[in-house]
């Protein structure tokens, strides 16, 4: 399995702020995928972010709301950028560890903006 | 593209009875098919994936799943819940099947609720 922490776990935001989550990994992984789960709703793929190079944005999303980094291979941050209520979700960080190809998560970063 | 229809959005059922939780998808490539259970103020914990062989998995908790290509389905079943399987529960696909699986696309979800 893989160990995944998230930091903050939760948090109250002004709106207008900008908050940044990191994603530590207890190991090296390739690619480190970041998620959003709006309140009562599924999950939904904000990026792919690769060790090396610019993050890789789903559609809907965009890098000057989300910035992301990955200095190395087991660290990642996730910034949402001036936030308002409707940015109010759980993020998740998530990797691809074999073997098997299994994705493990994150426990998440619940964020709400006020 | 690739969807996934949970099709309950939620299950009530009594502690002890089976469950099936349902799963259909829509893909024009082969996928990798996943069913992930999030507890109440928690993360999103695997409970079983099928890559590829046996189409009926096993995973964790006592819960199984069975890969039908024809009616590309992948419904989640459990012979006797407990009060401690209330979740969310969600399926998810791969869009390739191939390689690059983080990126899943996922359904609705599924709330089981457990009564005694």
């Known amino acids: 399995s893989a160990v995944i922490s998230q930091k903050p776990s939760r948090d109250i935001c002004q709106r207008g702020t900008s908050l940044t989550i990191q994603c530590q990994v207890d190991s090296q992984v390739t690619m480190m995928f970041w998620y959003r789960q709006q309140p009562g709703q599924s999950l939904t793929l904000i990026a792919t972010?690769?060790?090396?190079?610019?993050?890789?944005?789903e559609s809907g999303f965009v890098i000057d709301k989300f910035p992301i980094s990955r200095p190395n291979l087991t660290f990642s941050t996730l910034t949402v950028s001036n936030m308002s209520p409707e940015d109010s979700s759980i993020y998740l960080c998530?990797?691809?560890?074999?073997?098997?190809?299994?994705?493990?998560f994150g426990e998440g970063s619940w964020l709400t903006v006020v | 593209a690739q969807s996934v229809t949970q099709l309950d959005s939620q299950v009530p059922v009594f502690e002890e009875a089976p469950v099936e939780l349902r799963c259909n998808y829509s893909?024009?490539?082969?996928?990798?098919l996943f069913w992930y259970v999030q507890y109440p103020n928690q993360g999103l914990q695997l409970l079983l994936k099928?890559?590829?062989?046996?189409?009926l998995v096993k995973g964790i908790n006592g819960f199984e799943a069975e890969f039908n290509k024809s009616q590309t389905s992948f419904h989640l079943r459990k012979p006797s819940v407990h009060i401690s399987d209330t979740a969310e529960y969600f399926c998810a696909v791969s869009p390739d099947g191939s390689g690059n699986t983080g990126k899943l696309i996922f359904g609705q979800g599924t709330t089981l609720q457990v009564k005694p």
């Open positions: 972010a690769n060790q090396g190079s610019e993050a890789t944005y």
């Open positions: 998530s990797v691809e560890r074999d073997p098997g190809n299994t994705i493990y």
């Open positions: 893909s024009s490539v082969s996928v990798y």
């Open positions: 099928y890559l590829s062989g046996s189409t």
